[in-house]
């Protein structure tokens, strides 16, 4: 298993500007977020306001796939639910020369097949405005998975947000704005696998757990707590064996 997750931002201000971005990476889930934002004011005429910010997280894991009857190397249909929730805003102020943009871009692969999905919102308005994009949408795309084997999944998140205006010419009363975020803090997750076929027959008795953390692929996001790291164990091991102790001095006292 692999998690990735980075995160960049950048502002370069003369009247005000501002970036920040996050991102986490976790088993079935992914977390993005982005904004920025920058402002003009009349009094200033230099260089204008820059903001930016930008994340990437991904997930790396593999899962095996077995059921009783369907022989090892058997290629099989497989329909997952991921969960789509964020949104995109924007909002520009000015008649001109502010402008920003907004998006975001999630990919998920099994194996060789995969699935894409992206939305973005750009704003150059004359006049000001504001906008809204909202996802929050349960995508159940479709993969080939091989019985008896691991099957390897990748889980990518990007969200980017910018924003500029530009300077205000001399004798300029308009203050520009602009402020743009991508917010992916409700994630990309993992929620199952709906169904899968065998030559067009279902298969519904089948496991598909990883072997690294104990995710349950079938499942999805929450479903199994991951496999205990090995100090875990070692103070779980003394746990009980103190336990044991405790029971054995209780006997002999009985006695």
């Not at 370069?12 to 991102?23: D, K, L, M, N, R």
């Not at 402008?99 to 004359?126: H, K, P």
Request: glycine share 12%.
């Amino acid at each position: 298993m692999t998690l990735l997750s980075t995160s960049s931002f950048a502002d370069e201000a003369v009247s005000q500007s501002s970036g920040y971005a996050f991102a986490s990476a976790g088993v079935g889930a992914l977390k993005g977020y982005s904004t920025a934002s920058a402002v003009v004011y009349p009094t200033l005429e230099s260089r204008g306001a820059i903001g930016s910010g930008d994340t990437r997280a991904e997930y790396r894991d593999s899962f095996f796939l077995s059921a009783p009857g369907v022989a090892a190397g058997t290629v099989g249909v497989m329909t997952a639910d991921v969960l789509l929730d964020g949104f995109l805003s924007g909002g520009l102020v000015g008649s001109q020369f502010a402008r920003g943009e907004a998006r975001w871009a999630a990919q998920v692969f099994v194996n060789d097949s995969f699935a894409f999905y992206n939305r973005q919102l750009y704003g150059d308005v004359v006049g000001g405005g504001s906008e809204t994009g909202d996802v929050a949408a349960l995508q159940m795309p479709t993969f080939q998975v091989v019985f008896g084997q691991m099957n390897e999944i990748v889980m990518s998140l990007q969200t980017v947000a910018g924003a500029s205006a530009l300077v205000n010419f001399a004798g300029s009363t308009e203050t520009r704005s602009a402020a743009f975020t991508s917010d992916f803090g409700s994630t990309l997750t993992w929620e199952g696998i709906r169904n899968l076929t065998v030559d067009g027959r279902a298969v519904t008795d089948f496991t598909a757990i990883s072997g690294d953390t104990g995710f349950d692929f079938r499942r999805g996001f929450g479903a199994v707590a991951p496999v205990p790291e090995p100090a875990t164990w070692a103070i779980m091991v003394l746990g009980f064996g103190f336990i044991g102790a405790c029971i054995r001095r209780a006997r002999f006292a009985l006695a």
